[in-house]
């Protein structure tokens, strides 16, 4: 029976067979993916199988040497065969299940894949320092600054200021402004945003529709770097945290269909915990540098 791990910015799932686990503790901002899993694993009841499939945040496209996590998952699960997934990759086995298209997952970071006839191509996931643009931390991040502006006088929008008001409390609560539990904090107030731009303030309006038309570039991007051509008809799944708002996904949505005027817009059928299953129980070869499997124990 499949393990399936998935390690996000915002917390962890864990599924085997009819047990699901959820955990807060996800990558840190900066942290690697093994010493996050680790610190995961040791939260966990004892837990065993044969083999596990690892889908995390932070490879950026390319997934690192595999060995260390086979140790990892043989200490603590006893797996004698681990197979370590970018995200990306195990969300667009998910979600379409087969079909050529692209999948923009949207968490507190970004990364979009798009596959086409067995061609694959991976866009941003480049961290919240330099990308993830239109992200869940890049929603709160640019939310709080924008707001925190407003309060000094760089800014006239008070409706926006009392939208995140919460948000801007807890940030004067944090001991350090710029560390891992202030990363926290943008991620979580990209809701306040998108909820503020429901109700038309203007300063969330002018985030969402940045943020949906960066996403939208990301996802062109995606279908054409798997050879995708812009008169086809791609399916198009958008998934995360952040697309839960109806109203981010369509204004998405809108900018991609000014590119790609045929893209079919489809629910996604699986998430990433289906994708890394599926990928264990039916990709036997490395498919680098979005998988590869680790040492056998």
Known sequence: MVLAVDLGQSGTRIRMGDV??????GKLAGEHPLPALRAVFEGL????????????TGFSGIVTDPTPFSSLC?????????V?????LAGFIGAL???QGVVLSIGGGVVSIGGREGKFA???GLGSTFGDEGGGFWLGKLGITKALGIRQGRGSDLDFLQALDAQV??????DVKNGSDAATLAITSARAVLDAADTGIKTALEIRNEGAYLLAQTVVSSWTGASGLLNESPEIAIQGGPSRNESYVETIQSNISKQIPNAKFVTARGDNLDGAQWIAENMIDDSPPLMRWGHEY
Do not use: M, N, P
């Open 84 to 88: 370590v997934i970018d995200d990306g």
């Open 97 to 99: 299940q087969g079909s």
């Open 169 to 174: 409390q807890a940030y004067d609560t944090l």
């Open 20 to 25: 699901a686990i959820k955990s807060t503790r």
């Open 45 to 56: 009841e004892k837990l065993t199988t044969d083999v596990v499939a690892l889908s995390c």
């Open 74 to 82: 043989y200490e603590f699960f006893g797996a004698t065969k681990t």
């Open 122 to 124: 991976h866009r941003d």
